[in-house]
């Protein structure tokens, strides 16, 4: 994840600079793809899981849930 202009993007999940559009707190949706971000935090703010939720695509299924690693 990064920042582009005032535009949080995830680099790489499913293209390069894919722009996150925000749906309710710790919620996005991405830009160009049937596809939601969910982001799991700790008390702290630490966010240490997201899920990707969406349809299966004829390319990938990157559906799951992912977490965070040293």
């Known amino acids: 994840m990064s920042t582009r202009g ?3 993007v995830v680099d790489g999940l ?3 600079n ?3 559009l925000p749906r309710a707190p710790g ?3 991405t830009e160009s793809w ?3 971000l969910t982001f799991e935090t ?3 703010g630490t966010v240490t899981r997201f899920h990707l ?3 299966a695509l004829p390319v990938a299924s990157p559906q799951g849930a992912y977490e965070k690693v040293a």
């Open 6 to 8: 005032d535009d949080l």
């Open 14 to 16: 499913l293209w390069f």
């Open 18 to 20: 894919n722009r996150l």
């Open 27 to 29: 919620v996005f949706d």
């Open 34 to 36: 049937p596809c939601r």
């Open 42 to 44: 700790e008390p702290s």
């Open 53 to 55: 939720d969406g349809p």
